[in-house]
């Protein structure tokens, strides 16, 4: 299983560097985040030694069970909370993640500057936008993403570095790319979070400049709520 992971990795490479060329931008503008959710330790150690350093978890005890183990073996791991972010879990999240892509809601904003300080250690940030108004899913609402950004900026002068989507599961996902892109673009954001298994080579088309890739690495995962 994991020697498939280590052959999995190398195919994803092979298309987002296709999906990279053929969209004229360079292979390297774009990050592979492997999103090791669910796979232990042992699954994930191959693909660390097979070179890939930047990964993402959903869960913040999840996340904080596997990779000190990981990280004491592999230097230079950069590690991404990709699940929403409850306020009680702020603290362990800044001080185990170096990229948080979750940041939807002036509570959670208020709560990171906060630990932020403390700790003095700062993640990246990148907004979630809901970009297709599902109640079931984090982010903030298109219309609300401007005052947001702006919200995280002034009142806690937190930095944004990315907007990060999820699309709708059963719709096309590149007018979601797109309308994401457009929101960092007036709002002076750099990095795009976009783009899964199944469709990041249309996240790459449309700029993005963080693919998040699980299965298609790692193999299905049981079906969870
Ligand atoms: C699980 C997950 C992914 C990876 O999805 P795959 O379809 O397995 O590639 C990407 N982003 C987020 C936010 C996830 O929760």
Request: glycine share 8%; aromatic share 6%; with cysteine.
């Amino acid at each position: 299983m994991s020697e498939s992971a280590v052959e999995n990795l190398g195919y994803v490479r092979g298309q987002i560097e296709k999906a990279a060329r053929g969209a004229g931008r360079e292979p390297a503008a774009i990050t592979l985040v492997a999103i090791s959710k669910t796979f232990e330790v042992e699954e994930i150690r191959p693909v660390c030694a097979a070179g890939q350093r930047v990964f993402g978890e959903n869960r913040v005890q999840e996340a904080k069970a596997k990779w000190p183990i990981l990280r004491a073996e592999f230097p230079g791991i950069e590690l991404h909370l990709v699940g929403p972010l409850q306020t009680n879990k702020t603290k362990e999240a800044v001080e185990l993640f170096d990229v948080i892509q979750t940041v939807d809601r002036a509570k959670l904003a208020a709560e990171l500057a906060k630990e932020i300080q403390k700790a003095g250690r700062a993640p990246r940030l990148f907004v979630q936008i809901n970009t297709g108004a599902e109640p079931q899913k984090a982010g903030v609402l298109p219309e609300d993403a401007d005052a947001f950004i702006k919200q995280c900026r002034e009142i806690y002068s937190l930095e944004i570095a990315g907007l990060m989507c999820i699309p709708p599961a059963d719709e096309a996902p590149a007018p979601h790319f797109a309308l994401t892109r457009k929101i960092a673009e007036r709002n002076g954001v750099k990095l795009l979070s976009m783009g899964m298994s199944a469709d990041f080579e249309s996240a790459i088309n449309l700029g993005a400049t963080h693919v998040r890739v699980g299965s298609a690495i790692f193999g299905s995962r049981p079906k969870v709520a």
